[in-house]
C-alpha cells in the first residue's frame, strides 16, 4: 500500500479498480516524403482530421440527457482547435515544402502552438495548451489507423472503475459511462478535465506526476478527490474505513441538498449574497442548480483561446446574451480578458505587439493588455452591452493598479455605448462597472476605486501571489502560498472597508471565497459577497447559516492585530469552533 499526491478537483471519494489509459497510441515516426507523394500524404492528413471531426461531432450529438451542461461547449472547444490553420494548414504547408510525414508536421505544429500557451501566466489560459496536444493526440490516433474506443476495455468488468492517464480528453471521459474516478498525472483545477470532472461530480484527482506509469491495471485504489490522494492496493481495514466514509458522504450531499432554497443569511439574520464563478456560459445552469443568487465572475478568455484570430463582436455577444440567459434574470457579471503580456493572442493581428517581458505577472497583462489594443477592447466592450438587454449585467475589469486605468476604461465604454448608437442599434441599459483588486497597490488605495466605481471584487488567488511574491504552480515555493497570512488578511479587511466608506457592494470572488476555513473570517471583516464555483457553494452556505456576524466582527478585529501567522491560524481555528 502506498499513496500518491496530487490537486483535488472534488468529487467527494471513490473506491475501484484502475483502468491505466495511454495518453497517446503511437511514438511520432519523422520521415521524408518524395515529392510525387507529398499530395497523397496532404490527403491522408486531411482523412485523419475529417476523422477526429466526425468523432466529436458524433459524441456531441449522442450525449446522454443527463451529460453536464459543459460537455457540448467543451467539445466544440476541441472542434475548433482541430479547425485553427495554425495546426492543419501550417501541417499541410510544412508537408508540400518541407516533404515531412504528416504525423511528424501536424505534432509538431501542435507542439509550437501548445508551448505558447504554457508562456501565459493565468492559470487558464496557460491549461490550453493541454487542449491542443489532447486535439494533436486525437489525430495522430487516427493517422495510424487505430483507433480503439476506450470503453472497450471496460465492457466486462463488474467492478466500480477508477481511470488513470497520463492525460485525458473531455471527449475521452464523456464516453468513460462507468467512470467512478480519474486520476490524471497532467493538469491543475482550470483544466477542461478538471471543469468537466467538476460538472459530472466524479471524484478526481490531477498533477499527479507519475501515477499511470506506477499504477497497474486492477489494482484497488481510494481517490480522495477532496484531499488530493490517490491511495494504491489499500489493505482490508483501510478500504472499509474509506467505504464507511462515501456513505457519511452520500448522506451530507443529501443534507446539502436541502439548502439550495434556504435564505443565504446568518444566525442574526444578516443577508450573505452567494454568487457563482463560471467559465463557460453552459455552467450558468450549474450555478442555477446551487442555488447562486447571480454569476460574480464570468471569465471571458475561453472565447480567445486556441485560435488564430480574435472572435468577433457577435460571436462575443452570443456567448455573453447565452450567460445572460441562462441565468434567468439574475445578474452576471462580464470580466473583460485578463490575457498575460508574453504572447499576442492572435497570430495575424497586426496591430503593436506587446513589449516583450522577462516576468509575464508584472507586465502589460488584464487591463493593461485592454488599453494598449483599444480595437480588441471596443470590440468585447460593444458585445457585453449588447448582451445587457438579455438581462442583468455587470462589467468587471481586470488587475487595476492605478486611477487613470479605471477613467481610460470608463472612456472607452462610452465609446463602445455610443458606437452601437450610431450604428442605429437600441441604447443599451445602465451597467454597473466594477474594478478586480488583485495586487496590493489597488488593496491599499481601494478607497480611490470604490468612489470610482460601482462595485469591487477582491480576487485573491492574485492578491496572495503578488502580495508574498509567490507562485503557487512553482513546487519549489508553493508551500509558502497562505492565503491567511497576516499582511493578505489585512489587505483584504482594508479592501472591504474602503467599500463600506463608500457605500458600494464589495465581494471575494478567489478560491479563498470556498475555503470554508475562511468563512467566519471573512464575515468578520463585513464582507456580505461570496463567488466561488458552484460546487462550493452549499457547504459555504451551511458555514454561514453557522455564523453570527455581530459577535465575529469584534473577534476578527482582534485577530487582524496579530502579525504573527502561527497566532493567526489558531485564531482561525477558535472562530470555526465557536
Known sequence: MFSLHGTGIGGGIAVGRAVVLESRLIDVPRYRIDAPGRAAEIARLERAVDTVRAELHSIGEHLPADAPTEAQALLQVHAMILDDPALFEQARTVIAHSGHNAEWAFASQAEQLASQFEQFEDAYLRERGRDVTQVADRVLKALSGSVRPLAERTAHSHDPLIFVAHDIAPADMLQLKRAGGFAIDLGGTASHTAILARSMNVPAVVGLGKAAQIVRDDDWLILDGEAGVVIVAPDDAVLQEYRNRIA?????????????????????????????NIELPAEAAQALD?????????????LFMNRSEMPGEDEQYEAYRDAVLGMKGR???????????????????EGPEPATSTNPALGQRAIRYSLAEPDIFLVQLRAILRAAAHGPVRLLIPMLAHGHEVD??????????????????????PVPVGGMIEVPAAALTAGL???????????????IQYTLAIDRAD??????????????????AMTIRAAQRAGKPVAVCGEMAGDLDATALLIGMGLRGFSMHPASLLRVKREILKCDAARLKPRVSRLLQSDDPARVQSGLARLREA
Open 449 to 463: 476605486f470604490a468612489k470610482r466605481l460601482d462595485f469591487l471584487s477582491i480576487g485573491t488567488n492574485d492578491l
Open 290 to 302: 446551487a442555488g447562486a443568487a447571480g454569476v460574480g465572475l464570468f471569465r471571458t478568455e475561453f
Open 475 to 492: 513546487h519549489a515555493v508553493s508551500a509558502l502560498y497562505d492565503p491567511f497570512h497576516p499582511a493578505v488578511l489585512q489587505l483584504v
Open 248 to 276: 457519511l458522504e452520500q448522506l451530507e450531499r443529501k443534507q446539502l441538498e436541502r439548502l439550495v432554497h434556504v435564505p443565504s443569511a446568518t444566525l442574526d439574520q444578516v443577508p450573505i449574497e452567494l454568487l457563482a
Open 408 to 429: 481610460q476604461s470608463l472612456r472607452l465604454i462610452a465609446q463602445a455605448r455610443g458606437q452601437l448608437i450610431d450604428r442605429g442599434q437600441s441604447e443599451p441599459p
Open 331 to 349: 445578474p452576471v457579471t462580464i470580466r473583460t480578458i485578463d490575457v498575460g503580456s508574453d504572447k499576442a493572442l492572435d497570430a495575424s493581428h
